[in-house]
């Protein structure tokens, strides 16, 4: 396959919000070019979220059989996802012979960089099997075997969108956990920065039953709690140097710390640690940043953001300013990285997840 020869590759996201599927179709030869072609987002019931939920609580203590422990959720994740699927392209009147090729992120439910571990649910050779089309999964894991971090994995898909801007520019995802992307002289960088939604969001199911803060109305009630948080300043994280990264329930402790505050203040303390990330990312001299794109679900938390411009003049943007789909631009990277995985082409490198030498990566599932 040529360079500059493009497929229909659609990105299929489940991230570590679990508030749902976003699911992109993309025509994109994998490195210049990219047309969107159609896009949505699906939610998760309550029963999807407390079942991973309770599945990531009640995980074994030691590594031993951690894998086999969550596989046995892999096909309930992965049938969630093909109905998802089906219904995509039913509703967007999609013949699947006009899609060439589908990349999964799957669900991520264990992320232990450290011990060369990172689970994702989602069989993409069931999925390849069951819609007859090929599909690439498991994109973390030749990262993780060659002592990269496995995450984040979708920087160069942020590098793409990046040279769109004069100005010097950084993408930050706000999914559970925040994680950046950016190019310094020439070079791209990425890594996990702190919580996002993971924080906030366990918080409103414990004390609101309610999936989320909605603009952040909740928190606007509360109080920072400032012994909490010069403690979590002080978090081991922090001294690591990039690019690192972070599984969703790292700040669980903090977590446990928080519900036994006012519910209100709980909240905005949990905001802060989102803007202690940003805070900490921005300390590092090399990065000149005059622009900070937000995207992903936290961007539209309408209290963190006025945070975010308050402390650290920049500038704030949602990148839906420039129509692009702030809630899409995850399943459209997995589609773009999906494509250089099938062309072999690099997805991660030593700046971007820690990993020795750049590397491509993904497991290329047939439908016979």
């Not at 631009?329 to 995985?341: L, T």
């Amino acid at each position: 396959m040529s360079k500059n020869s493009k497929l229909n590759v659609l990105g299929v996201m489940t991230g570590t919000s679990m508030d749902g599927v976003d699911i992109s179709l993309i025509n994109t030869n994998g490195t210049d070019f990219v047309k969107i072609k159609c896009e949505k987002s699906y939610k998760f019931d309550k029963n999807y979220q407390n079942t991973i939920n309770n599945l990531i609580l009640n995980k074994p203590k030691t590594n031993n059989k951690i894998k086999e422990y969550f596989l046995k959720k892999d096909n309930f994740v992965t049938d969630i996802l093909e109905k998802k699927i089906i219904l995509f392209l039913k509703q967007k009147k999609i013949n699947k012979k006009n899609i060439d090729l589908i990349s999964i992120s799957g669900q991520t439910v264990y992320h232990d960089p450290s011990n060369k571990i990172s689970i994702q649910l989602g069989n993409g050779n069931k999925i390849a099997k069951n819609l007859k089309v090929k599909t690439i999964s498991n994109l973390r894991d030749n990262d993780i075997k060659n002592g990269g971090q496995g995450a984040p994995i979708g920087s160069y898909y942020h590098k793409f969108l990046i040279q769109k801007f004069k100005e010097k520019a950084i993408i930050v995802n706000l999914g559970g956990i925040a994680n950046f992307s950016t190019v310094v002289s020439r070079t791209l960088l990425s890594s996990d920065i702190g919580p996002a939604n993971c924080l906030s969001d366990d918080l409103c199911n414990y004390f609101f039953k309610k999936k989320f803060d909605n603009d952040g109305n909740y928190a606007r009630k509360g109080k920072i709690d400032n012994k909490l948080i010069e403690k979590f300043k002080k978090d081991k994280f922090f001294k690591k140097k990039f690019p690192k990264s972070l599984d969703r329930n790292y700040f669980r402790n903090y977590f446990n710390k928080l519900i036994k505050l006012n519910k209100y203040d709980a909240l905005m303390t949990a905001n802060y640690m989102t803007y202690i990330g940003f805070k900490e990312l921005l300390k590092n001299k090399k990065f000149k940043i005059e622009r900070i794109l937000l995207t992903g679900g936290g961007r539209k938390n309408k209290l963190l953001k006025e945070i975010l411009m308050n402390k650290l003049n920049k500038k704030i943007e949602l990148i839906d300013k420039y129509k692009i789909n702030g809630d899409l631009v995850e399943a459209q990277m997995f589609a773009y990285i999906g494509m250089r995985s099938f062309k072999n082409l690099e997805i991660s490198n030593k700046n971007t997840t820690g990993v020795k030498k750049n590397l491509s990566g993904g497991i290329l599932y047939f439908p016979d």
